[in-house]
């Protein structure tokens, strides 16, 4: 059956930095209950800190931004915690809100680590196929900064450099490697968002 607006069960977050300058935290609300694999996955990712020193790879304005391709700068393969790639729970999540994060569908379908967000308000074509499993719930401005920066085609790839500089589980590693780092994090604002999603091998 579809879902429309899940429990949150746990929360992560990304520290990115935008060409070597601007630095925002995203904090994303996951779905546990519904797509637990996935969920699992992406805990495990975040809480190992396998998402630092990744990048967005690819950014489509007005569309998505995607990341998270561990060990593969070019964004074609990523790396499960477990080191293989899986099937997902379920497609019971669907792309109703802006800000959904959804996972890259690899061969077959299978997903890894590489992830995307969404960033318009309705990606229905996306519904069964891609498997959604949070929302972006706090940092979702930086998300659209990410989003405008300049891309080179045609694989729309930043010109800048768009990288994870932390990844941690909230409220259990208050200090990220960007901190340790004296890099000033920007604090970002909660907003209300509503969706998309897109996914691009």
Known sequence: PAID????????YLDVRIGGKETGRIVIGLYGDVVPRVCNNFVELCKSNA?????????LADYSIQGGAIGDASGKTG????????????????????????MVR??????????FISCVADAGW????????????????????????????????????????????????????????????????TETVTSTIFAIN
Do not use: M, W
């Open 51 to 59: 998402y630092g020193g990744t990048t967005f790879y690819r950014v």
């Open 5 to 12: 607006a899940p429990k949150i069960t746990q929360r992560v």
């Open 79 to 102: 790396k499960a915690f477990n080191g293989k790639p899986f099937e997902p729970d379920n497609y019971n999540i669907k792309h109703t809100q802006q800000g959904i994060v959804s």
């Open 126 to 189: 996306a519904d069964d196929r891609y498997a959604a499993f949070g929302i972006v719930e706090e940092g979702y401005d930086f998300v659209r900064k990410i989003e405008k920066v300049e891309v080179q085609p045609p694989k729309n790839a930043p010109k800048v450099e768009v990288s994870i500089l932390a990844s941690g589980i909230v409220g259990e590693d208050p200090v990220s490697a960007a901190a340790a780092n004296d890099v000033a994090v920007t604090s970002t604002t």
């Open 106 to 115: 690899g061969p077959g379908g299978a997903v890894d680590s590489r992830f």
